[in-house]
């Protein structure tokens, strides 16, 4: 009796053990770093996939705040001043979101940085919102992602790609 119990006590364990472990979801977490000068630049996402799906204009509708990834708010972490598109961001941490349109977005840098979705996006938290443009036509990028290009000293340009879109946000380090 006593064997009994105790295989049953171990199999609950080892069966509670493994329902415990987190699944990975759909959107896989993505992370990029750079360093523009002396400033370090950390953004860390969730990453949607097109999966045969219209993206632009119809899963994230034109002229509307999307939160600019999947599932937890896309963040942005600097340890120093940045201009972003030529307007100061001071150092600190921010959620991304963006207002889709055909010729340019607005990249907003939110304050409120545990939001789940662009439900949780309330404009009075925009500490920045700056309009940069956007490139069509680009090789297909099934998994969103962000990388940072012609980062040459203390300058680079954040792109987001996705489906045959990109997104150029150009920031530089300020001077200290």
């Keep these: 009796m006593k064997q009994a119990i105790l295989f049953l006590l171990f199999t609950v364990a080892i069966t509670s053990s493994a329902f415990s472990q987190e699944m990975p979801t759909k959107s896989q977490w993505g992370k990029v770093v750079q360093q523009l000068g002396t400033t370090t630049i950390n953004v860390q996402y969730s990453r949607p996939v097109v999966n045969n799906r219209t993206i632009w204009g119809d899963l994230v509708p034109y002229d509307k705040v999307w939160r600019l990834g999947a599932n937890e708010a ?81 300058s680079g340009d954040l792109v987001l790609s996705w489906d045959q879109l990109s997104v150029i946000i150009p920031i530089t380090e300020l001077t200290k």
């Excluded at 991304?96 to 940085?113: M, Q, R, V």
């Excluded at 297909?140 to 040459?152: D, H, P, S």
Aim: charged letters at 25%; hydrophobic letters at 35%.
């Design 74 to 154: 896309t963040t942005l972490t600097t340890d120093d001043d940045i201009a972003v598109g030529g307007k100061k961001l001071a150092k600190g941490t921010y959620a991304l979101f963006a207002t889709p349109g055909k010729d340019s977005w607005k990249i907003h840098f939110n304050s409120y940085t545990d939001a789940w979705g662009a439900g949780d996006y309330d404009a009075k938290n925009d500490v920045l919102v700056v309009t940069v443009s956007t490139k069509t036509g680009t090789e297909k990028v099934e998994a969103m992602r962000f990388t940072f290009e012609n980062a040459i000293g203390a």
